[in-house]
Structures are given as C-alpha cells and as structure tokens.
Nanobody, 114 residues
Framework: QVQLVESGGGSVQAGGSLELSCAAE????????WGWYRQAPGKEREVIAT??????TTYADSVQDRFGVMAISRARVILRMNSLKPEDSAVYYC?????????WGQGTQVTVSS
C-alpha cells in the first residue's frame, strides 16, 4: 500500500512562486509515472503536468514555461510554480501510477491573489 503526502501549498501574490512536494509513504519498487492535477471551484479536475518513468515531462499549455516537475527521489517529486496567476488558484493533487495501481495525494490548496 502506498500513501502520497502533499505539502507546500499556501497563499501568494500574483507573480510569486510556490513549490509543492509529493512524497510516497510505503515502498515504490521501481521508477513510476507521476502526475500533477488541479481542480478549481466549479471546474473539473485537469492534468497540468506529467512525468514518465524515464523522466520525460509534459505540461498543459496553461502552465507551460512557468511550472516544472522534478523527481527528487524514486519516492518524491516536486512541482515548482513560478509567475503564478490568480487563475492558478485551485486544489492541487499528485498521483503515482505503479504496478499495484494508481495512488492519489490528499490535495493541497494554492491561492493566488491579484
């Protein structure tokens, strides 16, 4: 069983930066694919960044060139968010796709004020 623990959310002014962390508690036996999602009030959850097992990354157009995913270890990834905008305000979730299944973090709130 794997649990993902997210941290690093908070409030920031437009133009600021935040770094979110997603750490797995429990054993991950190999490299896995990771994803970052967000959900704003009244909107569906959307994928904003992914990292394959090989470390290749993709980004949604809305965050391209502002957000970056980095693997710190086999069990932890971070999402660096720069030049934040009010429309980036949402609950952010991470997930990891393992051979045993897909696991989700509990979500962390990011609020960007203008």
């Amino acid at each position: 069983q794997v649990q993902l623990v997210e941290s690093g959310g908070g409030s920031v002014q437009a133009g600021g930066s935040l770094e979110l962390s997603c750490a797995a508690e429990g054993q991950l036996f190999s490299n896995n694919a990771w994803g970052w999602y967000r959900q704003a009030p009244g909107k569906e959850r959307e994928v904003i960044a992914t990292m394959t097992k090989r470390g290749d990354t993709t980004y949604a157009d809305s965050v391209q060139d502002r957000f970056g995913v980095m693997a710190i270890s086999r069990a932890r990834v971070i999402l660096r968010m720069n030049s934040l905008k009010p429309e980036d305000s949402a609950v952010y979730y991470c997930n990891v796709d393992t051979r045993a299944g897909v696991y989700w973090g509990q979500g962390t709130q990011v609020t960007v004020s203008s």
